[in-house]
């Protein structure tokens, strides 16, 4: 059984970073591969980022890659996602995911003004 708590999101202006954080209950959280997505007004849920249980593997979107980097801290059952250069349409609310067992948190608003 995981739960996942989402934190970090705000207002930011084009250009600029934010740090979010998703934190998790359960010892097993090294297990599972680990996601984010995002969810614009009006907007299908769309993937963003991707790391396995190991850390090893990361994916990401094309939209975010070079900007977004994924990362994790099995030991404090927490994913990042480190977002730079961000743009007015990086605005959605952003969810982490647990795979294989489809569990998500309830999300965080990242608003990006131009």
């Known amino acids: 059984q995981v739960q996942l708590v989402e934190s970090g999101g705000g207002l930011v202006q084009a250009g600029g970073s934010l740090r979010l954080s998703c934190v998790a209950s359960?010892?097993?959280?090294?297990?599972?591969?680990m996601d984010w997505f995002r969810q614009a007004p009006g907007k299908e849920r769309e993937f963003v980022a991707s790391?396995?249980?190991?850390?090893?593997?990361?994916t990401y979107a094309d939209s975010v890659k070079g900007r977004f980097s994924i990362s994790r801290v099995n030991a404090k059952n927490t994913v990042f996602l480190q977002m730079n250069s961000l743009k007015p349409e990086d605005t959605a609310v952003y969810y982490c995911y647990a795979r294989a067992i489809g569990t998500w948190g309830q999300g965080t608003q990242v608003t990006v003004s131009s």
């Open positions: 790391i396995s249980w190991s850390g090893g593997t990361t």
């Open positions: 359960g010892r097993a959280f090294s297990s599972y591969g």
